[in-house]
């Protein structure tokens, strides 16, 4: 079990219906279903993961989330909760993306890496070359990650929707946090974990 779905765990409610977009193989709804009774599905495109998520007892929907809405599958306000866990970066459109998780649930959970780490910033404005570390250790031409972003960035994409930040941890790559973290965390965290919602 990751820190990170430790983390995300004591923000979900006992009892809670819960979608975990990009689930892998299940293992963070299994955590929930024994710590938190929740109820739920996942929803995951690689066809192993799946298999190996059904095997762990989870109702598992293989989807690409690059295609279509979550409306196609489930109905407005399905969820207490819809989590996505270091995927924000992958896909396509994250800003619409974004938006079908506030349509089919009522909060989201949201986990991405930041690229306005200072290490990045040492790493572009020293060597001129594009940064990798223990968050993004991708090199440049076989990465996955297509639209990186900083917390800054993030929050602003938030205001601009109506979306509100109910809670954010800004943690390192162990998953831990400190002061300074916590006074800038744009400029020292590494990870981001967001609750959000829509405002009334």
């Not at 929740?38 to 762990?56: F, H, L, S, T, W």
């Not at 440049?140 to 639209?147: F, G, K, L, S, V």
Request: net charge negative; charged share 20%.
């Amino acid at each position: 079990m990751t820190p990170e779905f430790k983390l995300i765990s004591d923000w979900i409610t006992p009892g809670s219906h819960v979608l975990d977009l990009g689930c892998g193989d299940g293992t963070l709804l299994t955590y929930l279903q024994s710590t938190r009774q929740v109820r739920g599905y996942g929803m995951e495109i690689d066809p192993q993961k799946n298999i190996k998520a059904v095997i762990n007892g989870i109702n598992v929907i293989q989807s690409n989330l690059n295609s279509g809405d979550l409306n196609e599958y489930f109905d407005p306000h399905s969820f207490d909760f819809v989590i996505m866990t270091q995927a924000l970066q992958v896909v396509s459109r994250p800003d619409l993306l974004l938006d079908h998780m506030l349509t089919v649930g009522k909060e989201s959970i949201i986990t991405f890496p930041n690229f306005g780490h200072w290490k990045m910033r040492a790493q572009l404005l020293f060597k001129g070359r594009m940064p990798e570390t223990d968050t993004l250790p991708y090199h440049w031409y076989d990465t996955p990650n297509i639209h990186l972003c900083t917390f800054n960035d993030f929050e602003r994409l938030c205001e601009e929707k109506g979306i509100e930040v109910m809670a954010r941890t800004v943690v390192n790559s162990q998953h831990q946090t400190n002061l300074g973290m916590r006074l800038w965390p744009n400029l020292l965290g590494e990870v981001a974990l967001y609750k959000v919602k829509k405002r009334n």
